[in-house]
């Protein structure tokens, strides 16, 4: 393993010596940083980083990597902790669908939607769709995102969730960077099961959910609780059924209409609750009390012109707040940080140190990685990029759709889509 030593930073980002798991309300405008910095890592993790003023005098300079990155900044690798980017061809057309006016609901209802990508999905092999997924693997890590959790939820049989769980797993097993697996069976009813909806409930709990187990092949169960889809009793019922095998609950809450997706979420002890569009005061309560991770996805609000979910009111009633790509075919067609960082700031209204907050920190606890991402802190993963020559942080929001990172490192080594 090579040994690498970062110096002349103009700005180490994301600096801390304890990192916290989460941060809330207030604790999130704070971001530490270092200027003139420089960071070590060996073996793939971080070792040691400072101010140059306290340069390390270095005697044995064998196999070890210098780079200069003067007038540059260096960050911790967004965490995106809700992906659905093991998934078969596109939906482009139901784009031009909804331009011409078709909501949401009605291309779903004409069979398109999520039963689309099933189709799909379903005809398509396991290598194909290993290698379309790589595809956007390797395109994401592009982008500087340094850990990722990546659902099932196209497949929707015993065998298409098998296969989409087995690609997640070869995606992971390339140790290219974290990924975390969840199990969203329950993200539409299949065509088979149109009239029995408690069928299809049956064969997630009685029969998917043994053979990931089985096959250890998840990490997290999901369920989109919404109308049309499935209710908080159904949504409970799934992750209890999960719970029995070790799987963490995560919900797609609030999204299109208001669910009790929060609540229910919140019961079961979910990890965190996605979307939120629909998320009230009451809600905000709720979570309060709770340790789920509320997670905003800003691709999916904006892609379908949804209401923003008040990230804004949950920050300053002292929550805590996720944000995370929800890169998928249908409501988000990317996985682009960069890009979400500048919504959060333009359209939720978080400082840039709230949003790179709610990438890094908060969205790493989002999917359990708190103590091996999100931060520049001895330990953890060598996982981070430098940033093109820029002013600061804040330019990266600021200068929206713009790409301004130079090169992306994970476990220590430069990535270049091998
Ligand atoms: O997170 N909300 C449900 N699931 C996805 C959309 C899936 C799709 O349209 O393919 C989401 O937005
Ligand atoms: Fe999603």
Redesign the pocket.
Known sequence: MTKLLLKNIKTLVQVRKNAPAKLSGKEMSELPCIDNAWMACEDGVIVDFGSMDDFPGITDWKGLEVIDCSGKLVFPSYADS?T?IV?AGN?EGEFADRIKGLS?EEIANKGG??LN?AELLNKTSEDELYVQSLQRFKEVIELGTGAIEIKS??GLSVEGELKMLRVIKRLKDLNWIPVKATFLGA?AVPKQFKDNKQGYIDLIINQMLPAIAKEKLADFIDV?C?KG?FTAEETKLILEAGFKYGLVGKV?AE?MSHSSGIKTAVECKAISV??LEFCNDADIEILKKSDTMPTI?PG?AFF?NLPLPPARKMIDAGLPVAFAS?Y?????PSGNLNFALSMACVQYRLTPEEAINSVTINSAYAMNLSDEVGSITVGKRANFFITKSINSYSFIPYSFANFLIESVYTNGMKFNSR
């Open positions: 809700h659905h998934y939906r949401y939607g999520i990508s939820g196209y993200h989109f919404e889809y797609h999204q996605d979307h996805l999916a379908l929800d998928n075919p249908g409501s988000s």
